[in-house]
């Protein structure tokens, strides 16, 4: 059978293979043997190799096994021929870089779904092109209007704890796109988003009394 829609098996494999491959590694780590001394990184990534039958080259390529050498060394520091004030400070560098490596390359992964996560996003209306709904007396409970309210700004709230540049401007009255410029800026502007700011603001300022009240 084929892959569903949006399931990649490959990527899936892959990651299972490194996964595997990564408690082999730390398996053939373990168990090197106590008194058994290297010259370098090299001479460890060697054993290693020997050991977990991979490729002296893909434990250096692949940063999840290079992490886990560079680990072992700040562990071990005396396993490695040379001062042993040197070994692991230079190991934990290396080990510091590794992880910071992997981090990005996790974070450019996300950043590719969610650029197709929006690119298949149907195209919404222009700021100020459709007419404003739900404000007109007899059009919803103010309760109504208080949960809806809230609820979009817990979601603003969380873009913007994730720096994905999605902002309030108060002063102007407008939902922004900081990462965009010119018309694309704005999402969402006056008048459509008047009740919203002034709930916010309302918010706000009901925030600041129960603080003055408390001190």
């Given at each position: ?29 373990k168990a090197l043997p106590r008194g058994t001394r290297y010259a370098d990184f090299n001479a460890l ?22 992490k886990a050498l560079y680990q072992f060394i700040v562990a071990n520091p005396g396993r490695i021929d ?134």
């Open positions: 059978m084929g892959a569903r829609k949006g399931q990649n098996n490959f990527r899936d494999h892959q990651r299972k293979a490194v996964e595997d491959g990564l408690r082999l590694v730390e398996r053939v780590l990534k060697r054993a290693v190799a020997q050991g977990t039958g991979l490729h002296a080259t893909t434990l250096a390529r692949n940063p999840h096994y290079r040379g001062p042993t004030e040197e070994a692991a400070p230079r190991a934990t560098l290396k080990a510091q870089a590794v992880a910071a490596e992997i981090r990005v390359r996790a974070a450019q992964r996300d950043l590719q779904r969610l650029r197709r996560f929006v690119e298949q996003q149907p195209a919404f209306p222009a700021p100020g092109t459709v007419d404003a709904i739900g404000h007109a007396p007899g059009a919803g409970t103010q309760a109504e209007f208080d949960m809806t309210a809230t609820v979009l700004a817990r979601l603003l709230a969380r873009l913007a704890e994730k720096e994905l540049g999605i902002v309030v401007d108060m002063e102007r009255g407008e939902i922004v796109d900081a990462a965009e410029d010119g018309s694309r800026r704005v999402i969402a502007g006056k008048p459509d988003t008047g009740p919203f700011i002034e709930w916010m603001r309302r918010q706000e300022a009901r925030r600041r009394a129960l603080d003055e009240e408390a001190t």
